[in-house]
Nanobody, 128 residues
Framework: QVQLVESGGGLVQPGDSLRLSCAVS????????TGWFRQAPGKEREFVAT??????????YYADSLKDRFTISRENAKNTVYLQMNSVKPEDTAVYYC???????????????????WGQGTQVTVSS
């Protein structure tokens, strides 16, 4: 059984940096495309970033509005994916979810329905 556990969320001030981590267990990590999504109160879950599986080239993709501030990376030796968030803004406040999936085609990379496994989420609150 695949499990994803996020960590690193919390309360930060505008302009701060924050790094989220997602530890993946129970599967073959290198075969998964892993991504981050977020959901703010009253809004739909939205795509943040993803990194393709190693066998699919390991490329990264970002939401256009976030690509200048957020960076996704993965450490295969630790079965962990990270989201580095810089210059955070109040509108980044949301629950951030880690997701993993196998066999995700490129055109579905940004679609949460394409991911088979999800973490429980970690709250990020940006406020002064």
């Amino acid at each position: 059984q695949v499990q994803l556990v996020e960590s690193g969320g919390g309360l930060v001030q505008p302009g701060d940096s924050l790094r989220l981590s997602c530890a993946v267990s129970g599967g073959t990590f290198s075969q998964y495309t892993t991504g981050w999504f977020r959901q703010a109160p009253g809004k739909e879950r939205e795509f943040v970033a993803t990194i393709r599986s190693r066998s699919s080239g390991g490329r990264t993709y970002y939401a256009d509005s976030l690509k200048d501030r957020f960076t996704i990376s993965r450490e295969n030796a630790k079965n962990t994916v990270y989201l580095q968030m810089n210059s955070v803004k109040p509108e980044d406040t949301a629950v951030y979810y880690c997701a993993a999936g196998a066999g995700i085609i490129l055109s579905s990379t940004r679609d949460p329905a394409a991911y088979q496994h999800w973490g429980q989420g970690t709250q990020v609150t940006v406020s002064s």
